[in-house]
């Protein structure tokens, strides 16, 4: 039938795209890297203080490598250093050691120096004064060092230190490269297609910090493309560099990112390729998102004269490359692929697990989690099946790692085999079909799915790969996986989204359009969306609990202050999954009334064996935040019954926080999320005081809405407080709000408070006016290329990063303009895009977002410095709600704005706990529509006017306009 619908088609001349090709053409890409076959990276070690590296050795410990991290570059640039300083005799650099060269001439120790990317100073011993690492007590030996430590006089050292200049924007590979969206259904397991054409990052399989280490790249799960006509065929994997040489790649991939779809774009002689994968997003509801399946749709458009064949392909093996599982070993023999040794094992009884490494299988009896090993290959007992018209491949042991995978293919006629790698791609470019054998125990299995395109017509064919690892681990905890709720198995996974990819696909472009077709700047467009990789250190356990890593890198499980700061996105898209949060913090509440910063404790070593018990430190910004949560949901999703409920344990932490504000009302000695700084050695400061007053705001609020009689008591905690900061921390003489008691030291992060007191509509809760003259003093003092210095001025006790920028504060700085009126938009956005720039259009590491960059000081100014994969960039979605005046209240039936933008046109998203609209206006006519969610309304208020309108509530795809 198809064949001729296709004849028919091309003979009338009247070939159109399915609402498939449609709906995918239709989505949106801000950003492009192409990666061609010519293009190499080298990796060099960055210095880092933490951060998330490629490959992960360890199981059951943080994802972090400490002091320097391996990290890419383009394999086109001279990472040398241009200049060398003088030899300065007779001092020491003693710390920050990186490499030692025994036997070295100072000349040598130099140049050695200068050829290390991340070498920034050198020491040269003619006579090393003891042993250490490779140096030998009185032999020559020479210390490189990734970092300028603080000279020391020793008489028989000498130093140097080295000149580069500015890492150019060259130096990063391109958009793709570093990292890309994470793939998969919401706290399910993700993997990345990075530019390249490679999946790897895959935690598909329970993989955390508190389990096996992440799957790195799995070059022989890989994509396929055929195109047919008479006398002629094109095959190619759809890799720039495969690691097999039976294989072809193509020449060049096209990459685009927008969470949580990736596109990769090829051109096959007159057709045109392009790869789409994604899962499902759907505001809320985070049942429909969690679900373990990613559909990768492979769209031919046919720019030619005639109909032709195409095919799309993948193959998937049963085992993991570049792993190691460390069991126990029963029996070595051997084997000369990995292929052989998952055989072995299949027919071994007793085997349940293998490593596979230079020709020797090595049989396991248990089933250990496994990390990364390079060139070694490992396994479990598996076993593949016909499943419909796709297969599944089992993993029928125990623990996290079992379950299955599945493909499933749409769009043509589906042929699947299984066997060696080599042998399926052998049918395949014979014929863009696969024979339909099924091997049990085959080391690779694989799906092809082909049709026919007509001229000018454009076809989509679909793989689907769906997963079910049930036993989601916590150490030795299996807590399970919520999904088993409701799905019964990988096949089930994979066929529920192959029969609703379109729906899918309107899902995510309800959430993508509001955004990435907004009047915002292009590089904010970007980053909002971008914020939604985030989600990849989610888990959603069996009994319900929503779960999240501070990073993978920082294995803290739920810090309120760290979601505090990235959870705007989360609270308009999955509010449940905060409101699962709020439950957990509440329960774990301290008997004196304190929130509990975090629900495990940790970061950059080993796991907390506890799990939800309630840890941490002494925080300014954590029973402050729990506070400001209720608002906001009593604000802007009308959760009454919620907040009434858990209003007690508010109550208590404002109790609490009211009696440790014993400095002039201002909290004494609290640590904050900016701990590093070590506010907390002083009697009081402006971040902890601020984010003080807001809550009190917000209590006082919450107070009145509960009938409380104790409303008035929060609002004097907050007054007095508010009289502490203006009488003790303003100084009039720097123009600016003191970072901490008894010094000059000014922080460019201190408001933060204010930021979220603006978003929950609680307006201003400090002196606008000073306000203002501390933005321009911060702008001026803490001014960097990249953003702003997290702190300048203090006088000692230096501490580390403190020229950094903490991501932050630019958003929460122009955020605070935006809201105050203070100077213009242009002067705002500038220091709010420093950072944002630099991620979309310098790191091209747009999905890697780190907590830290280096400032200008350093010799690798604007690189990812501290903890990968972070939060503190997610405030920008403030600056969002300020560019749009967004204030919104639902229980009260108020919705209002005011956009900075007074004059011209615009399109502004809209966002609200399950809600996603666009507030435009052109000309004299403003027009609010709801994408998805629903919004009903007594009082409709642009820039204070109100306007009556003929419709008093909205619902998906509906809109009301009025005449302004």
Request: net charge negative; charged share 15%.
């Amino acid at each position: 039938m198809r064949k001729v619908l296709v004849a028919l088609c091309a003979g009338l001349g009247v070939c159109q795209a399915s609402p498939l090709a449609d709906a995918l053409n239709g989505m949106t890409f801000l950003n492009e890297g192409v990666w061609t076959s010519k293009d190499t990276v080298v990796v060099y070690e960055q210095p880092s203080l933490y951060l998330e590296p490629e490959n992960i050795s360890t199981t059951d410990f943080a994802w972090a490598s400490r002091g320097s991290n391996p990290t890419m570059f383009s394999g086109q640039f001279n990472s040398s250093c241009s200049a060398a300083t003088p030899v300065m005799t007779g001092y020491d650099l003693p710390g920050s050691d990186s490499v030692q060269i025994p036997g070295a001439t100072a000349d040598q120790c130099r140049e050695a120096c200068c050829n290390d990317f991340t070498c920034m100073a050198w020491v040269f011993a003619a006579s090393a004064p003891g042993n250490f690492h490779s140096c030998k007590d009185k032999e020559p030996c020479c210390y490189l060092k990734n970092s300028v430590p603080s000279k020391r006089s020793n008489t028989a050292m000498q130093y140097g230190t080295v000149t580069r200049l500015p890492l150019p924007d060259s130096a990063s590979p391109p958009v793709g490269i570093r990292s890309a969206p994470p793939l998969g259904g919401l706290a399910t397991g993700t993997m990345e297609l990075r530019g390249d054409g490679t999946l790897t990052a895959w935690t598909t399989e329970n993989n955390s910090p508190a389990g096996s280490a992440k799957l790195s790249k799995q070059k022989m799960a890989a994509f396929g493309a055929s195109v047919r006509q008479a006398g002629s065929s094109w095959t190619r994997l759809l890799q720039t560099h495969p690691s097999q040489s039976f294989t072809q790649g193509v020449d060049s991939l096209t990459f685009g990112g927008s969470p949580p779809v990736t596109r990769l774009q090829t051109k096959a002689d007159t057709v045109d390729i392009s790869l789409f994968g994604y899962g499902r997003m759907t505001s809320g509801n985070m049942t429909r998102s969690h679900h373990p399946a990613v559909a990768f749709s492979m769209m031919f458009k046919n720019n030619g004269a005639g109909t032709q064949t195409v095919s799309a392909f993948f193959n998937l093996p049963a085992f993991a490359e570049n792993t190691q599982r460390h069991g126990e070993v029963y029996n070595t023999t051997a084997a000369a692929t990995p292929e052989q040794c998952q055989q072995l094992c299949n027919f071994d009884t007793r085997c349940l697990t293998w490593n596979h490494a230079a020709g020797q299988c090595a049989m396991q009896k248990d089933v250990p989690l496994y990390a990364f090993e390079d060139g070694t290959s490992s396994g479990t007992k598996a076993s593949w099946s016909k499943a419909g018209s796709g297969i599944t491949v089992n993993k029928a042991v125990s623990g996290p790692t079992a379950g299955n995978y599945t493909l499933q293919a749409t769009g043509g006629e589906v042929t699947v085999g299984t066997g060696d790698f080599q042998d399926l791609w052998a049918q395949f470019q014979a014929n863009g079909k696969l024979d339909n054998t099924v091997a049990a125990n085959g080391g690779h299995g694989a799906i092809a799915v082909n049709t026919d395109v007509a001229a000018g017509e454009t076809v989509v064919l679909t793989v689907v790969l769906g997963y079910y690892f049930p036993s989601h681990n916590y150490l030795s905890q299996s807590l399970g996986n919520y999904y088993t709720m409701y799905v019964k198995d990988s096949n089930d996974a994979a066929l529920t989204l192959a029969n609703d990819l379109l729906p899918t696909l309107k899902d995510i472009a309800a959430i993508h359009d509001p955004v990435l077709k907004s009047t915002l700047p292009v590089w904010m467009r970007d980053t909002l969306i971008g914020t939604l990789h985030h989600v990849r250190s989610a888990m959603w356990f069996h009994d319900g609990r929503w779960r999240q890593w501070e990073a993978y890198d920082c294995v803290n499980v739920d810090s309120v202050h760290n979601d505090g700061e990235r959870h705007i996105p989360y609270i308009m898209l999955f509010p449940e999954a905060t409101k699962s949060k709020i439950i957990g913090w509440g329960k774990a509440q301290a008997a004196n009334g304190m929130i509990q910063e975090q629900l495990a404790c940790g970061c950059m070593a080993g796991i907390d064996s506890g799990f939800e018990h309630g840890c941490g430190r002494i925080m300014s910004d954590c029973s402050t935040m729990y506070i400001i949560y209720l608002l906001e949901l009593l604000k802007w999703n009308d959760d009454t019954a919620f907040v009434k409920e858990w209003y007690p344990v508010a109550k208590k932490a404002a109790e609490w926080q009211i009696s440790v504000s014993t400095v002039s009302g201002m909290p004494y000695k609290l640590q904050t999320t900016y701990d590093i700084l070590a506010l907390n050695r002083y009697d009081a400061s402006t971040y902890s005081t601020v984010f003080h007053i807001a809550a009190m705001r917000a209590m006082a609020e919450l107070a009145q809405f509960m009938g409380d009689s104790d409303a008035p008591k929060y609002t004097a905690a907050g007054d007095a407080a508010l009289h502490g900061l203006d009488s003790l921390m303003w100084d009039e003489e720097l123009g600016a709000y003191i970072a901490y008691t008894g010094g000059k030291a000014v922080m460019a992060d201190s408001f933060y408070g204010q930021v979220l007191a603006h978003s929950v509509g609680l307006g201003h809760v400090v002196n606008t006016t000073r306000l203002g003259k501390h933005l321009d003093t911060e702008g001026r003092t803490n001014y960097d290329a990249y953003g702003l210095k997290i702190l300048t001025g203090r006088e000692s006790g230096n501490t580390e990063t403190e020229q950094d920028v903490w991501m932050m504060a630019p958003a929460d700085h122009g955020s605070l303009r935006l809201a105050i009126g203070h100077g213009t938009v242009e002067q705002a956005m500038e220091v709010v895009s420093r950072p944002y720039l630099r991620l979309t259009q310098g790191l091209n590491d747009l999905w890697n977002a780190a907590g830290i960059l280096r400032g200008n000081y350093t010799q690798f100014p604007g690189s990812n410095y501290l903890s990968s994969h972070y939060g503190y960039y997610m405030t920008v979605w403030h600056t969002m709600l300020r560019l749009s005046g967004q204030d919104i209240n639902r229980h009260t039936g108020t919705v209002s704005f005011a956009p900075v933008e007074t004059t011209g046109d615009f399109t502004l998203p809209v966002f609200l706990p399950s809600l996603v609209g666009t507030l435009a206006r052109s000309g004299q006519q403003a027009k609010l529509c709801v994408t998805t969610g629903s919004l009903q309304w007594t009082t409709l208020k642009l820039w204070g006017k109100t306007y009556q309108t003929t419709a008093h509530q909205l619902s998906d795809g509906a809109c009301v306009a009025w005449t302004l």
